[in-house]
Structures are given as C-alpha cells and as structure tokens.
C-alpha cells in the first residue's frame, strides 16, 4: 500500500484510520507496528539504493561519462551510417567526474560511430541526457516503473564533439566468460533467440510473431525464465543424483536420507542456472521460494504450505520491496498458492498412468481458471487455449527440451557438440512450425481494461469461495456490479495519446473511433500505431470508423504503413499515391454518430507541406474540438478571412505549440476553454514555445502538453466536459515529476 499510494489522501485516510483503532484495541497495535515498519523501510530502502537521479537537468547540456557497457541492443552493420547507430545499456560509474553513489544505469544511442562496442567495455565520452522518461498513455503498459525497477535513470546519445575513449576488457568476469561462450556455441544455430532465453534471460532477440503466438497460446510463461524454470532445473537435478546412485555401485546406509541430498544438490544446479542466466529477479525469487521449502522439508516442517510461502514472499520483499512493481511476483505467487490449494483438495488416486494424466489435466485448469483474472489485468484479454497447449508444452520443455540443452552445454566442454545441436535445432523448427500454423489468435479473447480495485474484488470472490465464507461471495460482484450501474458513460471522448513528437487524437462515441493521425516510426522500426495505437484500441475495445491523416510528415503519417498491415486501410477518409504518399483531404461535413466532422482546409496546394494539414472541427450541439494539424500563421489568418467559425471548446495547438503559429488573433477566433500541445518532454524542438505558452496565458486559456500530462483524455457529456490525464491518474511518489 505504502508503494502505490504513499502521496495519495486515500493512504492517509486509511494510515490514521488504522492508528485510531489501534488506541483502542490491542490486537490491532502489532498490525499497525508492522505497518509502520514497513513504511520506514520501504523508504529508507529507496533513499538507500534508489533515490539517485540526474542532477541538475539542463536542455542540450553535455555531461562527462565514465562507465562499464552492460548490454548492446543494436551494432552498426557499417561505420559511419547515420541511419544505423549503436544502442546499448551503459553503467554510469562518473557522472561529470563525480562518483555515482548508487547503482545507475543509462539507455544510449550512438550515431556515426567508428567503434565496435562489447558488452564488458569501459567508455569515457560526452553524452546528451535527459531523465527517463516514456510516453504515457491510459491503460499500456507504463515502462517508467520497469526502468525504475532495473534503475535505469536516464537516456540520451553520445556527444561525438567531444573525445571518446574505448577501452576493451581484458579481464572478464566469470559471469561474462560464461555468457560469451554459451553464445558463441549456439550463435549460428537457426533459434539462437532461444537458447538466449532459455538459459542466458536474454529476450531482445525473440521475434514479434513468436512473441504473439506465445502469447495467443496462453504460453509466453515459457519464455521468461521464473519459478517454472527454476523447478524443472531442480527436478533435473534433483532425479540425476538419484539415478546415478542407482546405476553406480554405491552403497548408501538406510538411515540416509536420500531426498535430502537430491534435493540439495537439485537446488544446487538450480542455483547454478540462475547465475548463468543473469540473476533475473523472477529466477532469484523462485529461487528463494525454493530455498525456503527445502529447508522447511529437511527442518522437518509442513513444508508445502500457504506459511512456508509466506516466509519465501517476506525474504523477498527484504531483499528488494519494489518487486511488487513487478508483474511476475504477483503471478508467481499466485500459481503456487493455487497449486499448493489444489494439491491438498484434490484426492484421486494416481496409482497408473490414466489418473496421473487426469490429475495433471484438472490441476492445469485450475491453474489455468486461477490466473485468468491476472492475465486480463495484464493483457486485456484471456485465452482458454491455454489449458490444452500448457499440456504439451510444458512436458515438452520439462521431459525434452531443457535436458537437451542442458546436455548439448555438458558435452560442449570435453566434445564437439555440433551434430546434437543440429538435430535438436531442426526438432525445435518442427515444434515453432507448427506453432506458427495454429491459428491461436482466433482464441484469444479481448475484454478491454480490468482496473485493479475489479481485480481485488474477483480474487475476493474467489477467496470467499474456497473458505467457509461463502456466504459473502456475492458481496464482491455486488460491488462491482453497483458500480457498473452509477459510472455515467460520457456521451463522446477526445483521447490526445502522448506520442512524444507528433500527434494521434482519438474521438470515440459508443466504442466506435475516429482517429486524426498515426504519430511517427522511429529508425528502430517500431511504430507509434503498433506500440501504443493498437493497444489502446484493445483494451479500450474500442471499434476504428474512420482514420483521417492530416498532412505526409512523419510524425503525422509515420505509422501508416503499419496501420495498413493492421488492416485499418478501408478506414482511410483520404487517397493515397503509389508510394503511401497522403494527398490532401476532401472538404465537406460528415456525420459520426450523432457528431459533426468538418474538413474546412486546405482550399489549395500549398508548397510548404505544414500548410496542407487538414484542418478538423468536431463539434457537437454544445461542444467542440478544432484539430488545425500543422498550419502556420498565414493560414491561420486565411481561415479567419474565410468567415468560418473556428469557435471551440478545446483547441489543438497548431504544430505543437511552435512559434510559427497560434497567432494572437487565431487564438482570439477560437477562443477556447483549453489548448492542447502535442509535444515531447524536454523535445529537441522546445514545444510548446514560450512565447505560444505567454499567448495563451495572456488570452486567459488553460494549458495541457502532452510530454508533461502524458495522455489527455476528455469526456464530454451532455451539459459539462470532464479532463483527466494518466499521469495525475496513476501518479507514483518514487518516480520523477
């Protein structure tokens, strides 16, 4: 609770509710002690090994870099491509000469570069930085918490004006040592991606239509090295002491306790494996989960139980009290808690094959019906598929796959491994093939967003279910039912997506959408349509009518392409060349649902390319937005001479706030309650401008940017118009403002 809402009123409501009870009953004074505690640790844990920041922000400011080369995402393919720079993860040990106190981490490009960089590297250069910050968009997944959790604190670009020097590792770490070799042994295998993260935790490699079909299968657990993994390592080792006590003459006494043994040397080669594979944290928290059952069993305690896991989640949670920022903790725990519920309830007999497989089978629907409220929390969706292809899949990896790997790594250190891996790399096309040629999509079912306060009230349900308080497991759905009823559905939205440099605007009327403009594709390849567009659409469950592109700038139409693939190209209001050029758009009003779409420029070709930008009014009886797209002045000025009311409700800055426009007399014409700037934080570009900011400020108009708020959502309904941004919406003490 202190983690999420520490600066909110609800915290404190319920902090000094907690206090007030404690005054009169004693029972509750050891609850609110360790309520106390946990607050003073959790922020003197932060203070301790998170709080560091970027000191002293200034726009365009170089700072002095000395550090260590983590990870490289991206290598040139040549030097001195511009349009290909290095990407790598850095550890910042000297910020400007200054040691770095705490553990801090910098995302980096490099353009223009004439070095080969390595993992392992130490680099002093120039770098631009500014603090990590993404875009911010209701309901997508916020990167800011993951990038704060892995204490990556900042991101920018070397500054090639100043001198650079490279110094290559001679001495490497064990750790180091290991990962190279292991890559070097499957590196020109056809499934490297794989084997990367299977055993190294190296998932950058894994491609987008594997990462769907997993996920449409209900089976991308398999690809994030977590508890699964940990147990079946442990399982391996666990059965290879065993077995090879069996098959070499050795003698061992009776009072010998064999299990304890499998089991310690299991944990061993478990604990082997998560150093490899880089120590994640989901790998390191089973591991202490595992630790803890096997010291319960040889303590001779009730190991498998709901208190050993409790003891195994307060280790953790010492360890590092922001895991909870971490999705897998809370499906980690949960599938134990499940399992471990569903082992001691579950009494058929398993004396032959025939039940064995019945039981695995009714254990996997639990399971499988246990996480469903998480993945829809998650993913927007929930996919039933699952419970027959875990049945396969998880055997496979089990029994087949991670032995054979594990194998083809034991005999790469006394022979040449190559024809194993080339046999075991074909097995694993066949598996991928056919993979690919399901057409699990078809079974994964959107349901929109699931809030968390509907989450808790689920797993309440549930919780009644199971205990002798059934009687209350109507309560929760009551609750949420209640709720349903008095939430008043706006009767139109303006969504203003934070798409850092660029612009997308959604207008939405019974889940059905117009949309004005795509944002931009970045050098990378990812497109704002793909990784922020789409997933809004789908967890909001939202219907695409129309799309409107207001002018051939890329960070207008950088998405189009995409947005074809997507197939969203019937929805287009404009025409387009051979080449996905936008031709201007056709002028004229348009119904939308009980909306009015006007086109009212441009009248004519203009040779500045800003100035062909459609310009949009939607409006209904009482409200309305104008969408100028990126006109200048001039045409600002053309459009007042036209005699069209430009009157709004909300205005959509021109250009993003740029100086070129928002004259004092557009602005007059307009006159709207609100302008929305559609700009990046601390952008190379400095939008808004200051002086667009003074002009409004001056005309008495409310401001919002988009980089600062991050998305902007506005409800309109009958008599009144509502605004609420993500930011404010989920608003974390711990991050940067």
Request: aromatic share 14%; with cysteine; hydrophobic share 45%.
């Amino acid at each position: 609770m202190s983690l999420f809402l520490f600066n909110t009123p609800v915290f404190f409501v319920i902090f000094s509710s907690i206090l007030l009870i404690s005054l009169f009953f004693k029972h509750v004074r050891i609850f609110t002690c360790s309520f106390v505690f946990a607050i003073v640790y959790l922020v003197v844990y932060y203070h301790l090994f998170y709080s560091w920041e970027l000191p002293q922000y200034q726009r365009g400011i170089s700072y002095q870099i000395k550090g260590e080369v983590i990870k490289v995402w991206k290598q040139n393919s040549s030097n001195n491509d511009s349009n290909s720079p290095i990407y790598f993860k850095f550890r910042l040990d000297e910020l400007n000469n200054k040691k770095v106190s705490q553990s801090a981490y910098i995302n980096l490009s490099w353009y223009h570069s004439t070095f080969k960089i390595n993992k392992g590297d130490k680099l002093r250069a120039n770098a631009k930085l500014k603090p990590y910050r993404s875009l911010q968009n209701i309901g997508n997944r916020n990167s800011e918490l993951w990038s704060f959790y892995a204490k990556v604190k900042a991101k920018g670009y070397i500054d090639n004006k100043y001198p650079i020097a490279l110094y290559k590792t001679k001495n490497q770490s064990l750790y180091d040592k290991t990962y190279l070799y292991i890559s070097t042994i499957f590196y020109e295998t056809e499934h490297s991606w794989f084997y990367k993260t299977l055993l190294l935790g190296d998932k950058s490699d894994i491609p987008d239509n594997i990462r769907a079909q997993f996920k449409f299968a209900g089976i991308s657990h398999l690809l994030a090295i977590s508890g699964l993994h940990i147990g079946m390592i442990f399982g391996i080792g666990f059965y290879l002491l065993k077995l090879s006590i069996y098959l070499l003459p050795i003698h061992i006494k009776q009072e010998i306790n064999l299990n304890i043994y499998s089991s310690i040397f299991g944990l061993l080669i478990a604990a082997i494996y998560t150093g490899i594979s880089g120590c994640a944290i989901s790998a390191i928290r089973a591991l202490i989960m595992l630790c803890t059952f096997i010291f319960l069993y040889i303590k001779g305690k009730q190991y498998l139980s709901i208190t050993a896991l409790q003891y195994a989640l307060l280790i953790s949670l010492i360890l590092n009290p922001f895991q909870l920022l971490n999705p897998g903790i809370y499906f980690s725990y949960t599938a134990v808690i499940i399992i471990i519920y569903a082992y001691k309830k579950i009494n058929l007999p398993i004396s032959n094959f025939v039940f064995k497989f019945l039981w695995l089978v009714l254990m996997q629907c639990i399971l499988t019906l246990g996480l469903l409220p998480l993945v829809w929390f998650f993913f927007d969706g929930i996919s039933f598929i699952g419970i027959v292809i875990n049945l396969i899949a998880i055997p496979l990896m089990a029994i087949y796959i991670l032995p054979t790997i594990l194998l083809i790594l034991f005999v790469s250190l006394f022979l040449d491994p190559t024809i194993l891996l080339v046999f075991f790399d074909q097995s694993l096309s066949y598996i991928f093939n056919f993979i690919s040629q399901l057409n699990v999509s078809f079974f994964w079912i959107l349901l929109g967003n699931l809030s968390w306060q509907s989450l808790i009230l689920i797993y309440l349900s549930l919780l009644f279910l199971i205990t002798q308080l059934r009687g209350f497991v109507y309560l929760p759905i009551i609750i949420i039912f209640l709720n349903k009823l008095t939430d008043i559905e706006p009767v139109w939205m303006i969504d203003i997506l934070d798409v850092g440099h660029g612009l997308s605007i959604l207008i939405s009327q019974n889940r059905q959408s117009y949309i004005y403009d795509l944002g931009a594709k970045y050098l990378s390849g990812t497109s704002i349509a793909n990784k922020h567009i789409k997933p809004f659409i789908e967890g909001e469950n939202l219907r695409i009518i129309h799309t409107m592109i207001s002018h051939k700038d890329a960070d207008h139409a950088g998405g189009l392409e995409d947005w074809i693939k997507l197939g969203y190209k019937n929805t287009l209001l404009i025409d387009l060349d051979d080449k996905l050029q936008v031709k201007k758009c056709t002028l004229g009003e348009m119904q939308f649902g009980s909306l009015s779409v006007n086109n009212i420029w441009p009248y004519n070709d203009s040779g500045v390319s800003n100035n062909n930008s459609c310009v949009v009014k939607i409006s209904d009886d009482h409200f309305s937005v104008l969408i100028p797209g990126d006109i200048h002045k001039d045409v600002e000025h053309k459009l007042i001479k036209l005699g069209i009311n430009l009157k709004s409700t909300i205005l959509i800055s021109p250009h993003h706030g740029s100086k070129t426009s928002s004259s004092s007399e557009f602005i007059e014409a307009v006159s709207p309650d609100w302008v929305i700037h559609s700009s990046a934080f601390y952008g190379r570009w400095l939008m808004p401008h200051p002086e667009v900011i003074s002009r409004y400020e001056h005309k008495k108009v409310q401001q919002l940017t988009t980089g600062i708020s991050g998305h902007i959502r506005i409800k309109v309904f009958k008599d009144q118009y509502t605004i609420e941004t993500a930011r404010k919406r989920h608003s974390y003490w711990f991050l940067v403002k």
